[in-house]
């Protein structure tokens, strides 16, 4: 007969052993985490980097977070706000990690629940993608069996209990938590493992995990690379070349944003968490819906058409007043206006719906498109085939409509349809529909809370009516009349216009300047502050400077 005494003797000679369990749980717990994390990536180098589970719950996660925590991201972190999205879901992750190790080694069910309900989330987020396909919840359901594998290896395991409960000392209550010390309520008698050679396996998991994960984001860059293809493009004259803008449009003024903003510095708004990579050849185009005749295009019959330059100021509605969402450079791209009188627009329609090749959607009132503005299916941009980050191999702009409503990038669809059949992405979460760009003018001389010297200081910026036009713009000192700007050479009502004043800055101190637009239409830049939610933000830009 087994001696009870001798029994727990046993027992508390065996607790010593995972000393400083809990740090070492918790740590067990991480190295499954990252495990999980790192098997997902490179199962998702196979299936594609969208199915990675971190990247799929990231991407939920951007369409179901409420608009208001969308813009407080995009002006927060600006083009940033993907990174703190994927480094918060790690941390997240981490942290809960952290807290599934002790669980886990007291419930050995958690080894398998807890991983399992990761890789349904994971999974779920993959499915629920607008592009999805079957094979895309394979990384989540590989990388919970791999956290599931890992804490089954670093973890004590739990041995049968002896019939009778050993009648030790009573379990110590920690004072006023009513928790149990895990001294005194063992919740598993480990094997007689080395402490050491379990860090020493852990520590191996984690060098092979990220190992894996590297070797899958290396295989995930070569199956998705598009830079040769991007850069063994050979872009055709266009068939309309548009004149250099007027020298005088471009003030040689420091500090000022460059007339054309080159392609590297635009600026880059979207919810890809990885962009998506589409090479020329396997890229169509679908014109379809309430049209006579569908049209499909591949990239050489898009090229075959006759191509049209345009100039042109793309802005965010997102962007808060004197913000930096806007860029203008020169598009290269085929008439879109052309192709959808090709394929015969039928009475009735409304909306023309673009679908990128990530799904999401943008709408654009079919009206602005055939108006006879330049609208085009763009495939460079400042001289280049589109960067990655901008559409890459094409994408649709059309002037005088914000971004969300009018430039889908990496578009691979476009249906012809209404606006009360279907709502775009944005639309759906309560934007504008029209997204017409406001008036907006902008400081950029003298920078914000610069110090200048007292006597004539030059004050500069930009303002856009996109598709209407700058007809005058003016400044004011502390609240004092408006004064009228002067104005650079027009390059076109699509395109932004630079403005210049001299201010006789004689008081010392500081000062605040105002500047405000009127578009060619005669309608002066509103006044009222509002923010960019729902149809893009209103105000007058201001600064303050001070004078010494
Ligand atoms: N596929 C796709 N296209 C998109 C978006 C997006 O999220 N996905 N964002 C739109 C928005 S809100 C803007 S302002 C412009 C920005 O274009 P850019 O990143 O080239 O400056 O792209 C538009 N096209
Ligand atoms: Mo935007």
Redesign the pocket.
Known sequence: MRDVSNDVTTVRARRRVPAGALPARMAYGITAACAAVAVGEAAAAFVRPQAAPVVAIGSAAIDLAPTAVKVWAVRSFGTSDKTVLLAGIHATMGVLAAALGPVAARRRAATVVLPTGFGLLGAWAALARPDAHPADALPSALAALAATAVLLLLLPHRRPRPAVRPSGPEPQRHPGTGATSTRDDPPATPHPRSGRRTALTAGAVIALSAGLAAAGRHLADRRNDVSEARAGLTLPRPARPLPPPPSRAALPIPGLAPLHTPAGD???????LTLPRIDPRDWTLRIHGMVDRPVELSFADLLALPLEELDHT?S??SGEVGGP?V?TTRWLGASLPALLRRAGVRAGADQLLGR?K?G?T?GTPLECVLDGRTALLVVAMDGAPLPV???FPCRSVVPGL???TS????LVDLEVTTFAARDPYWVQRGWDRTGEVRTASRIDVPAAFARVRAGDVTVAGTAWATHRGVAAVELRVDGGPWQEAELAADAGPDMWRQWHHTWHAAVPGTHRLEVRATDATGAVQDETRRPPFPSGATGWHSTVVTVH
């Open positions: 635009f600026y880059r708004v979207d919810t890809a793309l965010c509605v969402y860029g990128s990530d999401m943008i980050a901008h559409g914000y971004g969300y430039a889908t990038k990496w």
